[in-house]
């Protein structure tokens, strides 16, 4: 114990951990889909791997060092064509994780990393089942019970959204004991059920010196049931990371150009400034989106993720009938390209992305809000190719 807080000394393991090792230690089973996804570090292309455990199993999997591997965490449903799959095609809940990040405005070293890991153990009454080390940080996962009393299966959508309430909590707990650690550090909103995370074996490519990721398995790690789960959000009154939780929604398989389509389908999409609709042009203020993204809020402190909740709620207001949504996505663009071009002078602090990742970023926000705009209103308007309006001063 130190200070009160246990350390986590994970059982000797000797033996290098794969992915592969890491699911069964989760209770994949082995005709379940185990999801890996490769995504360039440079071009930010990616490419997805979907294949029931047994079949990983029975091959060697080959692991580049040219990419950023991640798996993902929970099982997909099979016949999946849309990339990694959403948290509509997550068929169980397997297990709790949490993503401890050592950068700045986060935690500050790896020795708090454990800190936290020692208080979640302490919490649930429960050692982690595995732990991966990135090489700036620790993710720990815990395995959910499956009993008949409380199933980890999800059988419809009312199943789906408790879990999705539930790993929303847990996020909110590794915030409260996080800020315990390091008073007024934040994480990152990653509590969601379709989540990836680095694969073990794999090369961290976002550093220099370009850390493997490796894996520690506690094989006699107990699981959580969901009821213990519970009666520990509750004592420590954990409330839902980034507010409230809603249905997942199912999406349409969509690239940019059926992106760039269905913003021209939309009624009014290419109105000027004056003509937007109050709730865009509230939305998408310049200068506020600038001061957000370049400081945070007091939910996130991620450019990315409050840039991709700009961008869903414009193609909201859209479907709702406001106007102006091509120079409200543009000038959601042109922020968060200032913000990355900022950070790359040395003005601000964060991430240094180039142009071509914030593009990307950007273009896959809009590609994913659009693909779940789809699934309630198929564009039928005009098929042509178009380019968004050019941001206005």
Sequence with gaps: MVNGTSIIVPLQDTHTRTVVDV?????????????????DPTTHRTETKLHPLAEYEAAE?????????????????????????????????VTLFADLDVKSGALGSMKECHRV???????????????????????PFWRIAN????????????????WKILLARFGGLVQQIVDEVRPGAKIDNVYELARVLRCPGSVNNKYDDRPVVTATVNSEARAVSRTKLLAALD??????????????????ATDLEEAEQWIHSVPGW???YDDMGAALRWHCNYRDMLDKFAHGTD?????????????????????????GLGLALALIRDAYLETMQRRRD???????????????????????AIASARYKTPPDGDKARIELTEAEA
Aim: glycine share 10%.
């Design 23 to 39: 699911w069964r230690a989760l209770g994949f089973r082995h005709n379940e889909i185990a999801s890996i996804l490769a995504v």
């Design 61 to 93: 999997l080959e692991i580049p060092r040219d990419v950023n591997l991640y798996f993902g965490v929970n099982p997909r449903r099979e016949g999946l064509e849309y990339g990694r799959g959403g948290e509509t095609d997550v068929t169980r809940v």
């Design 117 to 139: 890991v020692g208080k979640l153990t302490n919490a649930l009454g429960i050692k982690p089942a595995v732990i991966i080390e990135t090489g700036r940080g620790l993710q």
């Design 147 to 162: 009993t008949a009393s409380a199933p980890n299966t999800i059988h419809d959508e009312d199943d789906r959204l408790a």
């Design 235 to 252: 004592r420590r009154d954990a409330r839902s990371l980034g507010g409230q939780v809603s249905r997942p929604t199912p999406k349409v």
């Design 270 to 272: 290419d109105a000027k």
């Design 299 to 323: 939910d996130d402190t991620s450019a990315h993720n409050l840039m991709r909740n700009r961008v869903y709620h414009a193609i909201k207001c859209a479907t709702e009938g406001e106007a």
């Design 346 to 368: 040395g003005e601000l602090p964060g991430e240094r992305r180039s142009r071509f990742v914030a593009e990307d970023d950007f273009n896959r926000a809009v590609k994913g």
